[in-house]
């Protein structure tokens, strides 16, 4: 394994600045610590190999998307079944029955289906969903929750706004170009604290038409839910008659084939899936309640659509990837590559006396550097002010160099998510684990340049 920034990577990034603002095709891509997007010519299992020849461990797989690895000979040959049949798109065949009927055994929530592209566009839809269902305008979310980029949700994820004495957030956009209006029917609540939802519920009640969380908070960490927190909010939606989402975008097929949903024991009304699911091709999906889903076009006055909805690649793909889910095994194997992941990187914490933890829950985990008491974790306003953000910059300066890919998503206020594929194995967990130990020995004097 090489060094990161040979010549071709920076040339690469020298001519794509010619060509997309900051030399990259999303914003996302643009790695913090490296000072570029990392180029890659190919990925394989549980590789990535770099345009300079360099081959990295992957602990990011691709946002979550990846959770079935690359090149998987089974998304391989759903591909090869697309392209014989023509891989059309805008129209439905048997296999969206086949994949509606796979999302109803699969998920507690999944009485009816609709297919979408993205998790912005399925929460986007959910959300519409629950305000033409209840006739009210107003969401409420949670601090530290991201729900995709859009003008309805984008709030509060990476910022700890002004709060006030009932847990209550002021709600702060996280991009410029919002319209100031949208803001007025997005709240933000504290999480984990029940007090402080009921009290937005009370006093937002009289037109509230949803509440969306993350069953897991993969986006500021691992942000861990207590259940019965989770059955408390379940109780109070009942109650209020509030349209309750969840957001499975990340948690979708992460910890088992029923998602955080079966995990907790807890249904929501609507749930929002994508990246996993798909195995990485763009697809997602909201599922839900009957008497809810049919308010969706053409039965109801809910539209809902898209050219790409739906395109038969991503379906077969699904497919694939829901039964993969559901074989004997795929869990047993996820617990123990990722325990011996995040067991290991805990010993290292101790052993080399940095301050920090690791949390796992399933194929996804945040390193919280800085953050000695893991009960803290479930607090985002301890874990931002605690978070050691030099700490974890200089960790990925070292990764990156010993062919450990962790890409740069932690925001100002909270940890990244990382995650383990199906194909990573706990060899690769061996050698990581070897080069962490020089890692975390460097951890006190590393400079941050490459
Ligand atoms: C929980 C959650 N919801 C929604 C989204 C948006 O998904 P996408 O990037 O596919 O639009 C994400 C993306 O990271 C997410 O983590």
Same mark, same amino acid.
């Given at each position: 394994?090489?060094?990161?920034?040979?010549?071709?990577?920076?040339?690469?990034?020298?001519?794509?600045?010619?060509? $997309?603002?900051?030399?990259?095709?999303?914003?996302?891509?643009?790695?913090?610590?490296?000072?570029?997007?990392?180029?890659?010519?190919?990925?394989?299992?549980?590789?990535?190999?770099?345009?300079?020849?360099?081959?990295?461990? %992957?602990?990011?797989?691709?946002?979550?998307?990846?959770?079935?690895?690359?090149?998987?000979?089974?998304?391989?040959?759903? +591909? %090869?079944?697309?392209?014989?049949?023509?891989?059309?798109?805008?129209? %439905?065949?048997?296999?969206?029955?086949?994949?509606?009927?796979?999302?109803?055994?699969?998920?507690?929530?999944?009485?009816?289906?609709?297919?979408?592209?993205?998790?912005?566009?399925?929460?986007?839809?959910?959300?519409?969903?629950?305000?033409?269902?209840?006739?009210? !305008? +107003?969401?409420?979310?949670?601090?530290?929750?991201?729900?995709?980029?859009?003008?309805?949700?984008?709030?509060?994820?990476?910022?700890?706004?002004?709060?006030?004495?009932?847990?209550?957030?002021?709600?702060?956009?996280?991009?410029?170009?919002?319209?100031?209006?949208?803001?007025?029917?997005?709240?933000?609540?504290?999480?984990? !604290?029940?007090?402080?939802?009921?009290?937005?519920?009370?006093?937002?009640?009289?037109?509230?038409?949803?509440?969306?969380?993350?069953?897991?908070?993969?986006?500021?960490?691992?942000?861990?839910?207590?259940?019965?927190?989770?059955?408390?909010?379940?109780?109070?939606?009942?109650?209020?008659?509030?349209?309750?989402?969840? !957001?499975?975008?990340? *948690?979708?097929?992460? $910890?088992?084939?029923?998602?955080?949903?079966?995990?907790?024991?807890?249904?929501?009304?609507?749930? *929002?899936?994508?990246?996993?699911?798909?195995?990485?091709?763009?697809?997602?999906? +909201?599922?839900?309640?009957?008497?809810?889903?049919?308010? #969706?076009?053409?039965?109801?006055?809910?539209?809902?659509?898209?050219?790409?909805?739906?395109?038969?690649?991503? &379906? #077969?793909?699904?497919?694939?990837?829901?039964?993969?889910? $559901?074989?004997?095994?795929?869990?047993?194997?996820?617990?123990?590559?990722?325990?011996?992941?995040?067991?290991?990187?805990?010993?290292?914490?101790?052993?080399?006396?940095?301050?920090?933890? /690791?949390?796992?829950?399933?194929?996804?985990?945040?390193?919280?550097?800085? &953050?000695?008491?893991?009960?803290?974790?479930?607090?985002?306003?301890?874990?931002?002010?605690? $978070?050691?953000?030099?700490?974890?910059?200089?960790?990925?300066?070292?990764?990156?160099?010993?062919?450990?890919?962790?890409?740069?998503?932690?925001?100002?206020?909270?940890?990244?998510?990382?995650?383990?594929?199906?194909?990573?194995? /706990?060899? !690769?967990?061996?050698?990581?684990?070897?080069?962490?130990?020089?890692?975390?020995?460097?951890?006190?004097?590393?400079?941050?340049?490459?």
């Amino acid at each position: 394994m090489g060094q990161v920034g040979a010549n071709k990577q920076h040339g690469l990034y020298e001519e794509a600045k010619k060509y $997309m603002p900051g030399g990259v095709s999303a914003g996302g891509r643009y790695h913090g610590i490296f000072g570029q997007p990392l180029y890659l010519d190919r990925a394989s299992g549980s590789r990535l190999y770099d345009v300079d020849g360099n081959e990295y461990i %992957d602990y990011y797989a691709c946002a979550g998307a990846a959770l079935f690895g690359y090149e998987h000979p089974r998304l391989r040959a759903a +591909i %090869d079944k697309a392209v014989e049949k023509g891989f059309f798109m805008n129209f %439905d065949t048997e296999y969206h029955i086949e994949l509606a009927k796979l999302f109803r055994k699969i998920f507690p929530s999944a009485e009816k289906m609709r297919l979408c592209n993205t998790g912005t566009e399925a929460t986007l839809g959910a959300i519409r969903l629950a305000r033409s269902y209840t006739g009210k !305008d +107003i969401v409420i979310k949670f601090e530290g929750h991201f729900h995709g980029m859009h003008e309805m949700i984008w709030y509060n994820h990476n910022t700890t706004a002004k709060i006030d004495q009932y847990g209550e957030v002021e709600s702060v956009p996280d991009s410029l170009g919002f319209p100031d209006v949208s803001k007025e029917v997005v709240k933000n609540v504290v999480f984990n !604290d029940i007090d402080a939802l009921e009290h937005a519920v009370k006093k937002y009640k009289d037109n509230l038409a949803a509440i969306i969380l993350e069953p897991i908070s993969f986006n500021c960490g691992c942000y861990a839910t207590r259940k019965e927190y989770l059955e408390q909010v379940r109780e109070l939606c009942d109650r209020e008659g509030i349209v309750l989402i969840f !957001d499975e975008v990340i *948690t979708g097929l992460r $910890m088992s084939p029923g998602s955080a949903q079966l995990y907790y024991g807890v249904t929501p009304d609507l749930t *929002t899936a994508a990246k996993a699911i798909g195995g990485g091709f763009p697809i997602s999906v +909201i599922l839900g309640k009957e008497e809810i889903m049919n308010c #969706l076009n053409p039965l109801g006055k809910t539209v809902m659509s898209g050219t790409y909805s739906g395109a038969l690649m991503p &379906v #077969l793909a699904t497919i694939e990837c829901l039964n993969m889910a $559901m074989e004997p095994g795929f869990y047993n194997h996820i617990e123990e590559v990722g325990n011996a992941l995040y067991g290991g990187m805990n010993k290292l914490f101790e052993k080399h006396g940095v301050p920090g933890h /690791v949390r796992g829950i399933g194929a996804r985990f945040a390193i919280y550097f800085g &953050v000695e008491n893991p009960e803290d974790d479930f607090d985002f306003r301890k874990v931002a002010e605690k $978070m050691d953000r030099n700490l974890y910059k200089r960790f990925i300066a070292e990764c990156l160099p010993n062919g450990l890919f962790f890409h740069d998503t932690a925001g100002p206020k909270s940890p990244a998510h990382y995650g383990i594929t199906s194909q990573h194995t /706990v060899d !690769d967990v061996a050698i990581t684990l070897e080069k962490m130990d020089k890692i975390f020995s460097k951890l006190g004097n590393t400079k941050v340049s490459l």
